[in-house]
């Protein structure tokens, strides 16, 4: 952090004179949330164009303040860069019209904002910070929710709050600089930290959503600690925490998506919050300067794997309620605005020791991202898209095992246009994506619903799909967000067979074709590799609903004393595949 901002130079309180306490706007406050190593300043840049993009009436002051919470102290402390030094100021004077906040990450064991101090405190504490944080926002400002904007890890730390693993004790060993999960003060999820369904919105930008080896590296190679600085290549909680469980980190991030591992015994709660990941990238390089020999091939920021700021690829679907989306937003290494923006490279006297023909440059920085306006364009998207909600993407119903009903919403404002929906089973849908019959949207400025049947699905598979307007006066394309549903799997069982004798047999089995219609038989014969050109029994029509359906069928004429085997199968007559319970087996009497 910069000198002139750090807390030793905080001078005593004073009111703020003069402000108007007007009636706070129908918007949703913006907290920025910075990355390992970062700072509350890192998003500087961005909040003059931001404000410039978003409507007058919802954000009527472009005025930022900064914020921290003491655990140790219990106090949450808001203030004011007044000529370079920051002051605190009175909560009680802060006007509830403000909409801008930025969190400063802070250490209460050294009482300190100072990065290196705030890496020895966990993710799970941070999201406690950030919970307490965001209950003041609201206080103040007379809202339900805030609009959190997080870089990097803050993107892992707002996570961590809105899947419950906040914890209001220490969580680490701030001595050994590691992640202590064992620790009796080590609590995800409980008392005043408990997710309290304040964050209505998530924007993650260039967060490494499924960890990032990077800061283990960093301590390892001493010319890219060098590169990244002091805070990357010292030892830290955050460090581990980022890392890999492979490689030896804790396994918290791995956790947070759901991978079925507790942290200090609890498991996260499902998402409830929508998020977009905004996702930099350079879009002609996929071997970079600071590659350390693979680890970082293909398309990345130079510190993020463009697939691990994903939310889709990392976050499954199945844990959240709520609509997730990729942004991806690309850069060339020679574009102008990275060239002159210093926060955009390395250090050149270490870069070129390691890579002496390169320019060295770093696009995940936020103080680099800030001032790149393709990026300050998606993020600004992404909370104008929150606050209008004009093309919705809705939970898919009526889901079977090979059918489902997509749903969604468009209010054209006044165009005129035609809705549909795309879909596939990969989470990057394209107009060149399978559609849905386009369908007239009326020309007004009221929302309006629309619902599209998918049939011939495969079973047990995750499809992925959004709904999506094409404004028929400036010829555009306007989507949803891309959400997700599985198809159902029907479920065969093979139960033992009855009524055996020296020469026959009753088989017994049951389908739940899971909605489907189809039929039932069983395979049978005197090998356990049973297939379609078996042997097999009479076809059986099955009921078409959700419920698992008792089948019978009685073998005759076979030879004494064998092994006969045989299992249940399932013709699902909506896809035409087959599914099939165990192989079973009976012996014939002699």
């Given at each position: 952090m910069n000198r002139?901002?750090?807390?030793?130079?905080?001078?005593?309180?004073?009111?703020?004179?003069?402000?108007?306490?007007?009636?706070?706007?129908?918007?949703?406050?913006?907290?920025?949330?910075?990355?390992?190593?970062?700072?509350?300043?890192?998003?500087?840049?961005?909040?003059?164009?931001?404000?410039?993009?978003?409507?007058?009436?919802?954000?009527?002051?472009?005025?930022?303040?900064?914020?921290f919470y003491d655990s140790t102290k219990q106090t949450t402390t808001f203030l004011l860069d007044s000529d370079g030094v920051l002051v605190p100021v009175d909560p009680s004077s802060i006007p509830s019209s403000t909409r801008f906040f930025s969190i400063m990450f802070y250490d209460p064991v050294s009482h300190s904002a100072d990065p290196s101090d705030v890496a020895k405190i966990s993710i799970l504490n941070k999201a406690y910070e950030l919970s307490q944080v965001i209950k003041q926002i609201i206080a103040i400002t007379k809202t339900k929710a805030v609009i959190v904007v997080a870089h990097s890890m803050g993107g892992l730390d707002a996570r961590a709050y809105v899947e419950n693993f906040a914890s209001p004790g220490p969580c680490y060993s701030y001595g050994a600089t590691v992640p202590d999960y064992t620790l009796p003060t080590c609590a995800p999820g409980s008392g005043d930290g408990a997710y309290a369904n304040d964050v209505g919105d998530i924007i993650s930008v260039d967060t490494p959503h499924p960890g990032d080896p990077l800061a283990e590296l960093a301590s390892t190679f001493v010319y890219l600690g060098k590169l990244l600085g002091q805070c990357y290549s010292e030892p830290s909680v955050n460090q581990d925490?980022?890392?890999?469980?492979?490689?030896?980190?804790?396994?918290?991030?791995?956790?947070?998506?759901?991978?079925?591992?507790?942290?200090?015994?609890?498991?996260?709660?499902?998402?409830?919050?929508?998020?977009?990941?905004?996702?930099?990238?350079?879009?002609?390089?996929?071997?970079?300067?600071?590659?350390?020999?693979?680890?970082?091939?293909?398309?990345?920021?130079?510190?993020?794997?463009?697939?691990?700021?994903?939310?889709?690829?990392?976050?499954?679907?199945?844990?959240?309620?709520?609509?997730?989306?990729?942004?991806?937003?690309?850069?060339?290494?020679?574009?102008?605005?990275?060239?002159?923006?210093?926060?955009?490279?390395?250090?050149?006297?270490?870069?070129?020791?390691?890579?002496?023909?390169?320019?060295?440059?770093?696009?995940?920085?936020?103080?680099?991202?800030?001032?790149?306006p393709n990026t300050q364009n998606a993020i600004?998207?992404?909370?104008?898209?929150?606050?209008?909600?004009?093309?919705?993407?809705?939970?898919?119903?009526?889901?079977?095992?090979?059918?489902?009903?997509?749903?969604?919403?468009?209010?054209?404002?006044?165009?005129?246009?035609?809705?549909?929906?795309?879909?596939?089973?990969?989470?990057?849908?394209?107009?060149?994506?399978?559609?849905?019959?386009?369908?007239?949207?009326?020309?007004?400025?009221?929302?309006?619903?629309?619902?599209?049947?998918?049939?011939?699905?495969?079973?047990?598979?995750?499809?992925?799909?959004?709904m999506a307007f094409r404004d028929g006066s400036n010829v555009t394309y306007q989507y949803g967000p891309v959400l997700s549903f599985t198809t159902l799997a029907p479920v065969v069982v093979t139960q033992p067979a009855t009524s055996i004798t020296s020469s026959g047999a009753g088989l017994n089995g049951s389908v739940n074709p899971e909605g489907s219609s189809g039929v039932a038989f069983f395979l049978w014969g005197t090998t356990p590799n049973l297939t379609l050109g078996s042997a097999k029994t009479s076809y059986v029509p099955v009921v078409v609903n959700f419920t698992a359906q008792n089948f019978a069928a009685t073998l005759s004429g076979l030879a004494s004393g064998t092994i006969y085997y045989y299992q249940m199968a399932f013709r699902d007559g909506n896809n035409v595949t087959y599914q099939y319970g165990p192989v079973l087996s009976f012996t014939t009497f002699e």
């Amino acid at each position: 952090m910069n000198r002139r901002h750090t807390l030793s130079t905080l001078v005593c309180f004073f009111a703020l004179l003069g402000i108007s306490q007007a009636q706070a706007p129908s918007s949703l406050p913006i907290l920025f949330a910075h990355g390992f190593c970062g700072s509350a300043f890192d998003f500087q840049q961005l909040i003059g164009p931001l404000y410039q993009q978003l409507p007058p009436n919802l954000y009527p002051s472009s005025t930022v303040y900064y914020v921290f919470y003491d655990s140790t102290k219990q106090t949450t402390t808001f203030l004011l860069d007044s000529d370079g030094v920051l002051v605190p100021v009175d909560p009680s004077s802060i006007p509830s019209s403000t909409r801008f906040f930025s969190i400063m990450f802070y250490d209460p064991v050294s009482h300190s904002a100072d990065p290196s101090d705030v890496a020895k405190i966990s993710i799970l504490n941070k999201a406690y910070e950030l919970s307490q944080v965001i209950k003041q926002i609201i206080a103040i400002t007379k809202t339900k929710a805030v609009i959190v904007v997080a870089h990097s890890m803050g993107g892992l730390d707002a996570r961590a709050y809105v899947e419950n693993f906040a914890s209001p004790g220490p969580c680490y060993s701030y001595g050994a600089t590691v992640p202590d999960y064992t620790l009796p003060t080590c609590a995800p999820g409980s008392g005043d930290g408990a997710y309290a369904n304040d964050v209505g919105d998530i924007i993650s930008v260039d967060t490494p959503h499924p960890g990032d080896p990077l800061a283990e590296l960093a301590s390892t190679f001493v010319y890219l600690g060098k590169l990244l600085g002091q805070c990357y290549s010292e030892p830290s909680v955050n460090q581990d925490e980022l890392n890999f469980s492979s490689s030896g980190g804790p396994g918290l991030v791995e956790s947070l998506n759901f991978n079925g591992l507790p942290i200090a015994g609890v498991l996260p709660s499902e998402n409830q919050v929508s998020i977009q990941a905004v996702q930099d990238y350079f879009s002609d390089v996929t071997s970079p300067w600071d590659n350390f020999g693979g680890w970082l091939t293909g398309y990345s920021d130079d510190i993020v794997l463009i697939q691990e700021q994903s939310i889709l690829l990392n976050l499954p679907a199945h844990d959240t309620k709520a609509s997730l989306a990729d942004v991806p937003v690309g850069y060339l290494s020679s574009d102008p605005g990275i060239n002159s923006t210093a926060a955009c490279f390395a250090p050149q006297p270490y870069c070129l020791l390691l890579s002496p023909s390169a320019t060295c440059p770093v696009l995940h920085y936020m103080t680099c991202l800030a001032a790149q306006p393709n990026t300050q364009n998606a993020i600004a998207a992404q909370v104008n898209a929150y606050l209008t909600n004009v093309i919705s993407t809705l939970p898919a119903t009526s889901i079977t095992s090979s059918s489902a009903a997509l749903n969604g919403s468009v209010n054209p404002e006044g165009s005129s246009g035609v809705a549909f929906f795309l879909w596939g089973t990969t989470p990057h849908l394209t107009l060149g994506s399978a559609k849905t019959s386009y369908v007239p949207v009326a020309v007004n400025f009221t929302e309006q619903n629309f619902a599209a049947t998918l049939s011939d699905l495969a079973s047990g598979t995750i499809y992925y799909y959004q709904m999506a307007f094409r404004d028929g006066s400036n010829v555009t394309y306007q989507y949803g967000p891309v959400l997700s549903f599985t198809t159902l799997a029907p479920v065969v069982v093979t139960q033992p067979a009855t009524s055996i004798t020296s020469s026959g047999a009753g088989l017994n089995g049951s389908v739940n074709p899971e909605g489907s219609s189809g039929v039932a038989f069983f395979l049978w014969g005197t090998t356990p590799n049973l297939t379609l050109g078996s042997a097999k029994t009479s076809y059986v029509p099955v009921v078409v609903n959700f419920t698992a359906q008792n089948f019978a069928a009685t073998l005759s004429g076979l030879a004494s004393g064998t092994i006969y085997y045989y299992q249940m199968a399932f013709r699902d007559g909506n896809n035409v595949t087959y599914q099939y319970g165990p192989v079973l087996s009976f012996t014939t009497f002699e």
